[in-house]
């Protein structure tokens, strides 16, 4: 890894620590499913197990992983679990009414509630011992090196119950050379790091000077084996946590990452979802695109399209095709196309989002995706990543033909700190159901006037009293919060 913090694991070093291998992430993983599994069984046992008792077993189930319940907290506290437990127990009864007698299906609830808080203890209380014995301790990374850092790894220490082995620290600043604990490398080195040390677990605190970094790496943590967790800021103040939500670590509160909702397996699915959607579109809009291409051809002659080149997913550049809606050849590479540039097809073409229809080929040949960052051109992209905080990852989806930011008004001068914000949000909480909410407000867009922040002047550009600028031939266009020079980035005609 090449960081002059790295220290090789030598002997004494880890000798508390037993290997945590997959075998034992795997059993910290199902003990509670399983608990809760053979809890609820066995309600519906000593009950006189039917069909319909067994449909509440699987209701219950369902809201438990739904609500959390299923993943094993750091802190085992069963007296905190015991409200969300007795919830879970209640809410199948309204739906299980017509099927089973009301007084058994009450006494289901109350041996199902009773059966899953004794199994939770005598679970609780096992998974302790074997903590202290290191059985089935989990390899611990602290990053940040501060007062705080040092706070968490003398309490991991102090309280082997936890079930946390600190391994050692991830510099986020500059060390003190008389640091007497482990330093294993810097924030940019984590993922090498975890492998190397067979890190199962990481606990980030914020650093003292600028967290961007480290953002941008926890932002990658679907490539991260371990389990994220974070120390929020002002901690001190841990009411203002969700109690679903925290953790803790011997009165420091944590909260667990999220792993981001594009993970693999949501990529499959939103790709399938794409490949469907844009098929059927093409299907639909094929004869109005070929009517809008006649059209453009009468308005204002040959070619009837534009190719341009985008950066979209991991920085590949893909080649968009859209209706052309600028006369003459538009080689001067401007930033923002003016409505004296467009004939008055072209305007409305833009207006109605209609010149966007080519890029349903992009989505069926899987260059693009429906819902996504919007693309930008590779000279303004390496000009935004220099100069805009997090701009780069935006980059872990595919470009889209319409996105988060675009359905909140965000296109032409304004900012693009507050489009890499919306992007960045749409990456992290992304779900069909998301997808299908921004694009039918896409649909519904050019009827609402929403985009009427990108033609008038809104909040972007009177954030100063000297608006930045795209100076560009010709013009001065405010861009919101950064500058860029001139450039030939323009479109090439098809």
């Known amino acids: ?99 089973l007698d009301r007084d058994v299906l009450i006494r289901l609830a109350v041996l199902s509630g009773g059966l899953l808080v004794v199994m939770r203890i005598t679970l609780y209380s096992v998974l302790r011992a074997a903590n202290r014995r290191s059985w089935l301790a989990e390899r611990t990374l602290v990053i940040g090196t501060g007062k705080l850092g040092a706070e968490i790894w003398d309490s991991l220490r102090e309280h082997r119950e936890l ?29 090498d790091v975890v492998l190397t040390y067979d890190i199962r677990r990481v606990i980030a605190t914020f650093p003292p000077d600028s967290d961007g970094t480290l953002i941008s790496v926890l932002r990658a943590g679907d490539q991260i ?41 949501g990529r499959v699915l939103k790709r399938a979802f794409d490949l469907v959607v844009s098929v059927v579109l093409l299907i639909v809009f094929a004869p109005l695109m070929v009517l809008l291409m006649g059209g453009i051809l009468v308005d204002t002659g040959r070619p009837v399209l534009f190719r341009q080149t985008r950066v979209s997913r991991a920085g590949r550049t893909i080649t968009i095709t859209k209706l052309r809606t600028v006369r003459g050849s538009d080689q001067d590479g401007r930033w923002a196309v003016s409505p004296e540039d467009c004939s008055a097809l072209g305007r409305w073409l833009r207006a ?18 429906l819902v996504g960052p919007r693309p930008e051109r590779p000279y303004f992209t390496s000009r935004f990543v220099e100069s805009v905080p997090r701009y780069d990852d935006r980059h872990r989806a595919k470009g889209g033909m319409t996105g988060l930011a675009q359905v909140h008004g965000l296109i032409g001068d304004t900012s693009i700190h507050e489009r890499a914000r919306f992007d960045n949000n749409y990456i992290e909480h992304w779900s069909l159901w998301l997808d299908l909410v921004i694009l039918l407000r896409t649909v519904t867009e ?11 002047p809104g909040p972007a ?34």
Not at 232 to 261: F, K, M, N, T, Y
Request: with cysteine; charged share 20%.
């Open 1 to 99: 890894m090449g960081s002059q913090f790295l220290l090789p694991p030598g002997p004494g070093l880890f000798s508390e620590a037993r290997p945590a291998g997959r075998s034992t992430a795997v059993t910290r993983k199902v003990a509670l499913p399983l608990s809760d599994v053979f809890a609820l069984l066995l309600a519906a046992l000593l009950t006189a197990a039917d069909w319909p008792k067994l449909w509440y077993v699987a209701a219950v189930l369902i809201f438990l992983s739904l609500d959390g319940r299923h993943r094993l907290r750091i802190c085992l506290r069963v007296s905190d679990e015991v409200p969300r437990l007795a919830v879970a127990v209640a809410l199948p009864i309204p739906l299980l009414v017509f099927w």
């Open 461 to 494: 550009a009177d954030r100063s009293s000297t608006p930045a600028t795209v100076s560009l031939p010709g013009a001065a266009i405010p861009l919101g919060d950064i500058s860029i020079d001139p450039v030939d980035a323009g479109e090439q005609l098809a």
């Open 225 to 265: 084996s371990a389990e994220i967790c974070i120390v929020p800021r002002l901690h001190e103040l841990a009411a203002v946590i969700p109690a679903s939500c925290q953790d803790e670590i011997w009165g420091i509160p944590l909260v667990a990452l999220r792993r981001p909702g594009l993970r693999w397996s």
């Open 352 to 369: 109605a989002h209609l010149d966007e229809l080519p890029q349903l080929l992009n989505v069926v040949r899987g260059e693009m995706s």
């Open 446 to 456: 050019p009827l609402t006037g929403i985009r009427r922040k990108s033609a008038e």
């Open 163 to 191: 079930g946390l082995l600190p391994v050692g620290f991830i510099a986020s600043a500059d060390v003190d050379p008389e640091f007497p604990l482990p330093v294993l490398g810097t924030v940019s080195e984590l993922q």
